[in-house]
């Protein structure tokens, strides 16, 4: 199985709002609402920052959204801060009780 | 405080073999599911395998099915993953990371995860 498709960098200013696209197929993404995105700061361990497609764990801010049309989940950060500079990876349960993870989205705050 | 603790990674040569552990606490162990997730350095995340919470069922990535076998021990609160033929490719960071709860499909969604192994895979 191939990993999620996830643009490989995106940037956006201080304040601004960015979108992380994370495509799959009917046999992931487009199969179950369990879509999951991970922040990733180097050199630390992934945090969840959110599940099952669009559910935020507590503590984590609500300039995080996710949602998911067909074969493509998105995540959104909006009011863009310094700390959101980072790594992002969306995963998915595919029909094969596995999980696939998107390849990463480094997201530069200019 | 949920933590997991990740044990027994270090240099083995290729064909060797490791077992790594991940001990838990801060929740009830048995009604999680657990999986680990490795990361070859510079590299993405790459999902390795998930037991259920009662341990009777596993699942396994492709690239590691017929070589690894995950299991746990919930007397100890500790998972396990057992690395056997190891391949160069093998070399990774390991993860575990507390999956759904009991009734829920699993693997689908990793909070917290450990602070992770490294697994040198070298001759």
């Known amino acids: 199985q191939s990993a999620l498709t996830q643009p490989a960098s995106v940037s956006g200013s201080l304040g601004q709002s960015i979108t992380i696209s994370c495509t799959g197929t009917?046999?992931?993404?487009?199969?179950?609402?369990?879509v999951s995105w991970y922040q990733q700061h180097p050199g630390k361990a992934p945090k969840l920052m959110i599940y099952?497609?669009?559910n935020r764990p507590s503590g984590v801010s609500n300039r995080f959204s996710g949602s998911k049309s067909g074969n493509t989940a998105s995540l959104t950060i909006s009011g863009l801060q310094a700390e959101d500079e980072a790594d992002y990876y969306c995963?998915?349960?595919?029909?094969?009780?596995?999980?696939?993870f998107g390849g990463g989205t480094e997201l530069t705050v200019l | 405080e949920v933590q997991l603790l990740e044990s027994g990674g270090g240099l083995v040569q290729p064909g060797g073999s490791l077992r790594l552990s991940c001990a838990a606490s801060?929740?009830?162990?048995?009604?999680?599911?657990m999986s680990w997730v490795r990361q070859a350095p510079g590299k993405g995340l790459e999902w390795v395998s998930v037991?259920?919470?009662?341990?009777?069922?596993?699942y396994y990535a492709d690239s590691v099915k017929g070589r690894f076998t995950i299991s746990r021990d919930n007397s100890k609160n500790t998972v396990y993953l057992q690395m056997n033929s190891l391949r160069a490719e093998d070399t990774a960071v390991y993860y575990c990371?507390?999956?759904?709860?009991?009734?829920?499909?699993?693997?689908?969604?990793?909070?917290?995860w450990g602070q992770g192994t490294l697994v040198i895979v070298s001759s």
């Open positions: 990371a507390k999956d759904g709860p009991v009734g829920v499909i699993v693997p689908t969604r990793f909070d917290p």
């Open positions: 801060g929740f009830t162990f048995s009604n999680y599911g």
């Open positions: 037991i259920s919470g009662t341990g009777g069922s596993a």
């Open positions: 009917s046999n992931d993404v487009g199969a179950y609402n369990y």
């Open positions: 099952d497609v669009s």
């Open positions: 995963s998915s349960h595919t029909r094969s009780t596995t999980l696939l």
